[in-house]
């Protein structure tokens, strides 16, 4: 596809693809004839000649989804083709006890499973870049900024800080959705079982590496809705750190750069453009998350035992979902290996408002000893005057400051608060995870 290398790179694309979906489709009717036979159900042989056939390369995906428009799904065309490659023995007992919705449910959480373990691999390789770009600038002064104009001075060990805390936290729920199996036969009864329906689903599970769950859960889409807002999340953090990489690579900003190398980050038309194109893919991708994490949330009311049109609205925005967040996190861990920091020019941009980043400082210093109000109103004076402010506020009769004392209180390495020991904590609990504390 023309924009996939830009919109879903990375290795979930394959994880997620037609052929990724068929083999789980699969691997579903697989386990089930071979839980069957743990419990007795069926020869053992029987489930091995179902299970041997169970090979993707056997079947043409894309016949099955052309066949799928019959029955609105492409498990019950799977199933017929499945069928069709066994003895008459075994082929009375392919898909046995199960509806397409426990096949397409339990492949679905088996694409997410192996979907979310590379997103998880990329995650924590961000976090151990951003762990190690944290702690090498624990103490380099930056300028914080809010309704994006200077506020007060921060470090940009912080702001990689917080980055790292976001996306620490937002890995560490997406690791503990647990994808369970599903199958319940047409209205979560198993009756096709029998007694044996609760033992079949045990072995069902434990066979494909699943959770077990209490019931099936046809219409109680939970475990889909865990998985997306976990999704969501993690996109969400992402599109949060490529969008300060954006900002602080503005040419007027200049306090990040990705490394630009043949190729990488120029223009069609410009030759003189060093685009920070990892963050700006990563923040694309991250971009499109919510409105499928709130296509699914908006079709979680499953009506009665199985849905008529809900369930099917999940299949294509689940999919995407899973795409755009593993390719919004193999972009930021591409943006945050080449990214360089300009510590020089975090100190100019501090240096451009004269000492006014500061004022804070030099009003709660003096409070005190002449009054919040006429300290306020003084320095604010002082400010609007320009010029060199720490001679300004030396000069006024308010506040009797010398000059020395008023520069170092104009100092921004000077007004840090807690800011290392925040970064500090973080650090730790990167190290926590790590250890598996």
Known sequence: MLFDEVLAAGPVRDLVSDGAWL?????????????????????????????????????????????????????????????????ADAARYV??????????????????????????????????????????????????????????????????????????????????????????????????????????????????????????????????????????????????????VVLLAQTEVGELSEVAGPGVGGSSTMPHKRNPVAAVAARAAAAQAPGMVATLLANSGHEHQRAAGAWHAEWRPLTELLAATGSAVWWLRTSVSRLAVHPDRMRENLARTGGALLAERVTTELTPRVGRLVAHDAVAECVRAGGDLAQRLAEHPALGLDRERAAELLDPAGYLGAAGEFVDRALAAHARRKDGQ
């Open 23 to 87: 083999r789980a489709m699969l691997e579903a009717e697989a386990a089930l004839a071979s839980a069957q036979a743990d419990v007795g159900l069926v020869e053992r042989s029987v489930a091995d000649e179902i299970a041997g056939a169970c090979d993707p390369a056997r079947f043409d995906v894309a016949q099955l989804g052309r066949d799928a428009a019959d029955s609105g799904n492409p498990a019950a065309p799977l199933a017929r083709a499945l069928t069709a490659l066994v003895s």
């Open 95 to 244: 898909h046995f006890g199960a509806t397409s919705q426990d096949v397409v449910d339990t492949a679905a959480m088996l694409v997410s499973r192996r979907a979310v373990s590379a997103v998880l691999v990329d995650v924590w390789a961000c976090c151990d870049a951003l762990g190690s770009l944290c702690a090498e600038h624990r103490d380099t002064v930056q300028a914080g900024r809010t309704l994006l104009q200077q506020a007060l001075p921060t470090t940009f060990g912080l702001t990689v800080a917080g980055w790292l805390s976001s996306l620490g936290a937002a890995g560490r729920a997406l690791a503990g959705v647990r994808p369970a199996a599903q199958l319940g036969g047409a209205v979560g009864t198993l009756a096709s079982l029998g007694e044996a329906g609760p033992a079949v689903l045990a072995k069902y599970a434990r066979r494909l590496g699943l959770a077990e769950p209490d019931m099936p859960w046809h219409t109680d889409r939970g475990r889909v809705l865990d998985l997306a807002t976990g999704l969501g999340r993690v996109s969400a953090s992402v599109g949060k750190i490529a969008g300060d």
